[in-house]
């Protein structure tokens, strides 16, 4: 099969690209692709080279008998690019309501959950727990409930965070470019919008009701956020749903095209792993060693991209990973409205790594990495 030019190219938007792309011939080219499409592709890693072919073939299981060699070239990269740093995050629910149901998700409309929307008062609790903790970066995130958590009432939590917060990011229902300008102004410095799953069928298939069964409106929030001004962006894909493989070549090529058009923007990208939820026991499991290889890939195909990595993963997975291709990492995360208050609320999904943020910063330093928590850039710009 003959790949159409690649995003990013002149005129070329993503929607365009991906409208015009198969996930099942990629995931039958990712299959195919040999040892020497792995090494071809290796000898071009740091050269700023990497082609679409490249990229198949390091996700390939043709590759993983270098996973060696590819983490070696990830960690060396990744100092090179991010230095010995890890940029620290904690999440901040703001609620749980949710009109939209994913077969994913713990929020999901139909489950009889305890659902919670926070007060202004309580936000700022929460707010202040964080800011005691040392976390200066936090991510605020509601269900897709429009009427409870409209984008004024996201607009003004991020508002009042933003006094005393170096950097507020949404992770919301897709907005307007208006709505993002807003935020923008309300201090909201980043946008975190996973497309979840980049194949099509499969998205028809786990988003049963609600606006996020509109693809391609999700699809193009960071072109409308980085529009609107937003400087940092993290994309990504739910690894589970999907072949995995296919979903970071989709997420890849989402990123480079991102990176080529708003070259003004950070950009980040996440893979997390599908994780047991409310109403969800039966998840697939993306085994560890195909995960390390797409994350040290994804470092290859994207040195400069931020890689994050959440406590949906457990303590000596996320000490050894930051070691190699890791850049952004929260900590002692709670994932529920009211949840380091301690008010009830039904968490979205359970953490892993429960390490309080002290023990998982000297664990970062006792690795020789340093925990960063104030994003500088603003001053810098
Ligand atoms: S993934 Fe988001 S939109 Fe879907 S059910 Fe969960 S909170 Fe709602």
Redesign the pocket.
């Known amino acids: 099969m003959g790949l159409p030019n690649p995003p990013g190219f002149p005129g070329i938007v993503f929607t365009d690209y991906y409208r015009r792309m198969h996930f099942a011939s990629i995931s039958a080219e990712i299959e195919n692709a040999s040892s020497s499409d792995v090494e071809h592709a290796l000898s071009k890693a740091g050269t700023g080279q990497i082609s679409d072919r490249n990229i198949l073939a390091l996700l390939s299981p043709a590759a993983l008998p270098y996973l060696e060699e590819m983490a070696r070239m990830a960690q060396s990269i990744t100092r090179q690019r991010h230095g010995n740093i890890i940029q620290m995050y904690a999440p901040l629910y703001l609620s749980?309501e949710?009109r939209?149901?994913?077969t994913?998700?713990?929020?999901?409309?139909e489950n009889n959950i305890r659902r919670r929307t926070l007060s202004m008062e309580e936000i700022e609790k929460e707010g202040s727990i964080l800011y005691d903790q040392g976390i200066r970066h936090v991510l605020l995130l509601?269900?897709?409930d429009y009427k409870r958590t409209p984008v004024q009432f996201i607009a003004d939590a991020a508002r009042r965070l933003a006094k005393s917060f170096s950097s507020v990011s949404i992770e919301v229902?897709p907005l307007k470019e208006d709505d993002y300008s807003m935020m923008r102004e309300a201090g909201v410095d980043g946008l975190a919008v996973y497309q979840?799953t980049y194949d099509p069928e499969c998205y028809r298939r786990v988003?049963l009701r609600?606006m996020?069964k509109n693809l391609e409106f999700r699809l193009e929030c960071p072109d409308r956020a980085a529009s609107a001004g937003i400087r940092k962006i993290s994309i990504g894909a739910l690894l589970g749903l999907s072949d995995s493989a296919t979903e970071v070549f989709f997420c890849a090529q989402h990123a480079r095209y991102l990176m080529k058009t708003y070259w003004q923007t950070q950009l980040s990208v996440s893979l997390p792993r599908l994780r047991p939820a409310e109403g969800l026991t039966d998840v697939p499991l993306v085994k560890n060693r195909s995960y390390v290889q797409y994350l040290c890939a994804l470092r290859i195909i994207l040195p400069d991209a931020g890689i994050i990595l959440s406590t949906r993963e457990g303590e000596s997975f996320r000490d050894q990973m930051a070691g190699i291709c890791i850049t952004q990492m929260s900590a002692g995360s709670r994932t529920e409205p009211g949840g380091y208050s301690g008010l009830e609320a039904t968490v979205?999904f359970e953490t892993e790594d429960r390490r309080s943020v002290h023990e998982f910063c000297s664990s970062l330093r006792a690795n020789g990495l340093e925990p960063v928590f104030t994003d500088w850039s603003p001053v810098m710009k």
Do not use: A
């Open positions: 749980n949710c939209s149901s994913c994913y998700c713990g929020f999901s409309y509601t269900g897709e229902y979840e988003h609600g996020k979205q």
